[in-house]
């Protein structure tokens, strides 16, 4: 059974520009999480998507948005990028709201911005 | 807002010891997981515990999960240097704000040296 993919595994942008970053959940998953590992303050949870539908959200400024597709994949963008925002960025998917709790991630897209 | 505090940050040990690693926070998680990451990749599930007192062994790894649900501790015995790699704690919650999130502890980075 495949696992949760992410594309692309590096991205390299400019201050400014924005970054678009795509995953596919495990097949029959419906839930699809997104989180940020940046160097020194560990994994910090993003987004939560469920059945198309932005469930949660964290302490993430509004240029931090995604979208869930039919097939559940997902996509998460960032708007004006910063420095700061270089991390990888981990995908996870889960069996639904009812299996929020075992979340299964990605290999994760490096974004570098210089 | 939930914190998850895990110590020690560091580990050195020559194969052959035993170590343990510590989860500890004054919120309830209704689950707690582990997870192994290696350097440029995403996070792999070792473990889920959801009941309190709950002790789940694999192989040489014995994870414990605290009665009150509040802490839990990784315990190795006689490491291997396969063994090496950034071990984290996360904790979930059911409901409330923290629905869908995984809070994670900071990690701790072991090494285990032939």
């Known amino acids: 059974e495949a696992g949760v993919t992410q594309s692309p595994t590096h991205l390299i942008k400019t201050r400014g520009q924005q970054a678009t970053l795509r995953c596919s959940p495990i097949?029959?998953?419906?839930?699809v999480y997104w989180y940020q590992q940046a160097l020194g303050l560990g994994l910090q949870f993003l987004l939560w998507y469920d059945e198309g539908e932005e469930r949660n959200r964290g302490n993430f400024p509004p240029r931090f948005s995604g979208r869930q597709f039919p097939n559940y994949s997902s996509e998460l963008n960032v708007n004006a990028l910063e420095l700061e925002d270089s991390a990888l960025y981990l995908c996870?998917?889960?069996?639904?709201?009812?299996?929020?709790?075992?979340?299964?991630f990605g290999p994760g897209t490096r974004l570098t911005v210089l | 807002t939930q914190l998850l505090e895990q110590s020690p940050q560091f580990l050195s040990i020559q194969e052959g010891e035993n170590l343990t690693v510590y989860c500890n926070s004054s919120s309830v998680f209704s689950s707690l997981q582990w997870y192994r990451q290696e350097p440029g990749e995403g996070p792999v599930l070792l473990v889920t515990?959801?009941?309190?007192?709950e002790v789940k062994k694999l192989k040489r790894l014995t994870f414990q999960f605290g009665d009150a649900r509040k802490d839990s501790s990784l315990h190795i015995t006689a490491a291997q240097p396969g063994d090496t790699g950034l071990y984290l704690c996360?904790?979930?919650?059911?409901?409330?704000?923290?629905?869908?999130?995984?809070?994670f502890g900071q990690g701790t980075i072991l090494t285990v040296h032939p």
């Open positions: 097949s029959g998953h419906t839930s």
């Open positions: 996870a998917s889960s069996g639904g709201r009812r299996y929020t709790d075992t979340q299964y």
């Open positions: 996360a904790g979930a919650n059911a409901g409330g704000t923290s629905y869908g999130k995984l809070t």
């Open positions: 515990v959801v009941t309190g007192g």
